[in-house]
Every structure is written in C-alpha cells, then in structure tokens.
C-alpha cells in the first residue's frame, strides 16, 4: 500500500493556533489537572479542538484496516475485521462474508487483496469524541472509482475502524477548507449554515424516496433510483414494496467536514427493506446465492430484503447551489432477508 503522499488538496485557511503553539497547549492541558476535595483528578484535554489524528496514526489505520479486510475476505470470516469496522460499512462487511460462508464454508476462492495506492488523508480538527478522518485511496477493486473512506475513534482506548465506505468518481472530491496545518473543520451536525443540516441528511433523504420532496439534486441516487423503484413495483404476478428508515445514532451519526466553497462534505448512513409479493399462482423470483444464504424462513409467497446503505452527500452553504443535496455516492447491503 501507498504510504500517502501529502495531505488532501485545499484552501488553506488561517484558524486557531499554529501546530506547535497548538500542540504545546494540548500537553499542557493533559498534564494541568485539578484535584477536588475528595481528591479526584479532572483532566480536561478532551475539551481542546484537536487533530483528530497524527499523519503516522493515519496511515497506519488505513494499513490495518486493509490487511484485517484481506483477512476477512479471503476467509469469509468477520471475526478478522470486526475491531477495524464499525457503522453501516461493519454491517454490510458482516453480512456479505457470513453469506460468503454459506456458500464457501473454505474460504473466498475468488479472493484478491485489496492493495490502496495513492491514499490522500484529510485529519479533521474537532474537540471531543468521537474524533475522524478520511482517507481518499485508488482501489485495486471497483474500476477506476477512488476508495472514499472515513475512519473514527470513540477514545484514546479505542482503535481506528472504517466507518463510511463509498466509491466515488475520480475528481468528484471536493477541496477542503484548511488551515495553515492542512486540517480540515468538522461541521457541527446541526448547523443552520447548510443548505441541510448533517443531523437532517438521513431522514430527509428517506422521506425524499417515498416522496420525491425535498432539498435533492436529480441524480442516479435520487430521481433515477426513484424511477427505477416505480418501474419495479408493479409486474405481472409480482409486487415490490419499499420502505425507507433513517439511521442516525451512535456509529451510523453523520459525518461533515467544511469544503472550501463553504458547504460541506457529509458521510450518513440509512436503512431500507424491500419486499416482494406474488400474486395467487404465481411464484418469488428465487433469489440468487448470496440472499439465499441470509433468508430465514420459507419463501412462499413473499420475500422481505434487509438493507444498510451509506451516502455521501455535498450539503451547499445555505443560499447557494441552488439549495439542493447533491449525492455523490451510496454504496448498499444487504444484511438480512426473510421468506413468508
């Protein structure tokens, strides 16, 4: 793997204090401590805004997160990556390698490590926990898409684990808005600058596709998979329903970082079922190996799938970009299926 050349291309932007001064205040901060009268000692390091991590930390999690997921593929065994995975991307890894197990209880014969070249880290600058950054890799797998990845911690005892993963067009990434170190600002969840909140993204996206209302740009993600959806749901013999959930707590909360245009750059996960009906003397169109492995249950006369899904979005500052979403990629799962 590509040991990463430099940081993410952006504008650099002047903020807070230098690396050094910045780096000075956060030591002193973990070593200044207050006793209180029943003699506990309060730190308050983790009030400081920090970089999320180093340049070293950084690349070092890519290069873990990549050999655990070689591991896990080539075994079907989830077990080998599930502390460098954590979200929507932990769901969906877990199922694909569980319905690989099904049907190749030795191992993936069609494994091929996964090699990152050209990885490009933004550290994203934020007080608190969880802390982030994103990695923007050249896959060996996925064609000519880049490897669009975010990676938290929940705490110092904690290790970094992919959280996000979408493949994106190369070019698509936008520049992030940097200050003279080359961090990036997290964007607050619920900001009133966007076009969207981040906070708003998963629920607003899963009304839009029941709907077709709402802040979206027309895209492969949102008006073409709508028309998609109404072409698919009426058949002869077959109907297909879909429903729509946000996910937004714990590992499955959004993610922003500040673009240098103003808007930001959002990470969200959602969650989504789509069930097929035959009518009487007609039959489900049976599934193929990988839904089969993961249906509980007999298929009768439906079949319910169970699917994670995460996005990236572009959110545009509020009053620009025609105050439209744009999606730039989902990348979906399924993680479950059951048969009546």
């Known amino acids: 793997m590509s040991r990463e050349r430099s940081l993410a291309t952006g504008v650099p932007r002047s903020r807070g204090l230098r690396r050094r001064d910045r780096y000075a205040l956060v030591a002193a901060s973990l070593t200044a401590v207050s006793l209180t009268a029943s003699g506990c000692v309060v730190v308050h390091g983790e009030r400081e805004v920090l970089p999320a991590a180093t340049k070293a930390e950084a690349v070092k999690a890519v290069e873990q997160f990549t050999a655990a997921y070689n591991k896990a593929d080539a075994a079907y065994d989830s077990s080998l990556d599930a502390d460098r995975t954590a979200g929507a991307l932990r ?6 390698l ?28 934020k007080a608190g926990w969880p802390r982030w950054f994103v ?15 975010a990676f938290t911690r929940g705490g110092l005892s904690e290790p970094w684990r992919a959280t996000y993963l979408t493949l994106v067009a190369p070019g698509s990434v936008p520049r992030f808005d940097l200050d003279a170190d080359g961090h990036a600002e997290a964007v607050p969840a619920r900001t009133t600058g966007l076009a969207m909140a981040p906070a708003g993204l998963s629920k607003g996206y899963t009304a839009y596709l029941k709907s077709g209302k709402g802040a979206f740009a027309d895209g492969a ?11 698919n749901a009426t058949r002869p013999g077959l109907a297909t329903q879909y429903i729509d959930q946000p996910l937004t707590e714990g590992d499955y909360a959004p993610l922003a970082l500040r673009t240098a245009d103003g808007g ?28 089969a492995a993961l249906t509980t249950g007999e298929i009768k006369q439906s079949l319910t799938m169970e699917f994670v ?7 545009p500052a509020k009053g620009s970009g025609g105050g439209k979403v744009s999606l730039l990629s989902r990348l979906e799962g399924l993680t479950g299926a059951e048969g009546a």
């Open 221 to 231: 993600f949102t008006s073409a998979l709508r028309a998609t959806r109404a072409k």
């Open 98 to 125: 569980k319905a690989g197990h099904v049907t190749d209880p030795k191992g993936n014969p069609d494994h091929e490590p996964l090699v990152l070249s050209d990885v490009k880290y933004t550290i994203v600058e």
């Open 264 to 291: 930001a750059l959002v990470f969200f996960s959602s969650h989504h079922f789509t069930k097929q009906t035959a009518a009487a003397g007609a039959a489900v169109p049976t599934p193929n190996k990988n839904v």
């Open 135 to 149: 990695a923007d890799a050249k896959g060996s797998k996925g064609g000519d898409a880049r490897w669009l990845m």
């Open 91 to 96: 769901v969906i890894d877990e199922a694909r």
């Open 309 to 315: 899904a995460n996005e990236v979005a572009l959110a």
